[in-house]
């Protein structure tokens, strides 16, 4: 168990719909990022956050956007959704988001879009 | 940009035999490298890292050792065993400007192993 959590483990919806995945860090932990693991794409960075400042940008698309909030949860909103979209996405946290850090991961929110 | 580049999978060993999956990556800083395992229906656990050339993590049998001359951190472990079956995946992260860290991670290396 790393310590991060991550809700709901699953999630199916419909094209053109809208999703929130919710991420718990590590209790400590400042930095939290976000990844998508698909089939095609492998494991890409979406976006990182530092003590609720956006810090690193990735390859997110302009139809998803996140936060991370005072208690240091964060959210990803997915919008407008695609069959593409389709896939794992992994939060992780770091203590104060240094390149030297291990990152911690949660199990994922495995999405569905039908 | 950076990149890592690990050896395409899948990789078929029996109990025992020695395992090595290589990893060479490309960056315009001073990364720090990383080996991440994915078992299956699992998130991603650390395996191990260094952070500098020269150095070798290790840990649960497995070394990797950073080669700054070679831009390489292959994996090894000596006597694989049934439960190191998983997605092994090579990673680096480096420092930018701004101090972002994002992980990049190579396409993964799916290792089983039979008895």
């Known amino acids: 168990d790393s310590g991060v959590t991550q809700t709901p483990k699953h999630l199916i919806t419909a094209t053109g719909q809208r999703v929130t995945l919710r991420c718990s860090p590590r209790?400590?932990?400042?930095?939290v990022y976000w990844y998508q693991q698909s089939l095609d794409q492998g494991l890409q960075f979406l976006i990182q956050?530092?003590?609720?400042?956006?810090?690193a940008k990735g390859n997110i698309l302009e139809r998803f956007s996140a936060q991370q909030f005072p208690d240091l949860h964060s959210e990803l909103n997915l919008s407008s959704l695609e069959l593409g979209d389709s896939a794992l996405y992994f939060c992780?946290?770091?203590?104060?988001?240094?390149?030297?850090?291990?990152?911690?991961f949660g199990p994922g929110t495995r999405l569905l879009v039908l | 940009g950076n990149s890592v580049t690990q050896m395409e999978g899948p990789v078929t060993l029996s109990e025992e035999a020695f395992l090595t999956i290589n990893c060479t990556y490309t960056?315009?800083?001073?990364?720090?490298l990383f080996w991440y395992v994915q078992y299956p229906g699992e998130g991603l656990q650390l395996l191990l890292k260094?952070?500098?050339?020269?150095d070798k993590g290790s840990n649960k049998g497995f070394e990797a050792t950073y080669r700054k001359e070679t831009t390489s951190f292959h994996l090894e472990k000596g006597s694989v065993q049934v439960s190191d079956s998983a997605v092994y995946f090579c990673?680096?992260?480096?420092?930018?400007?701004?101090?972002?860290?994002?992980?990049?991670f190579g396409k993964g290396t799916r290792l089983s192993v039979i008895a």
């Open positions: 992780a946290s770091s203590e104060q988001g240094g390149p030297r850090e291990t990152q911690y």
């Open positions: 209790s400590g932990d400042l930095s």
């Open positions: 956050y530092y003590n609720g400042e956006e810090r």
């Open positions: 960056a315009t800083g001073y990364p720090s």
């Open positions: 260094a952070t500098k050339a020269d």
């Open positions: 990673a680096l992260s480096d420092q930018r400007n701004s101090g972002n860290t994002p992980l990049v």
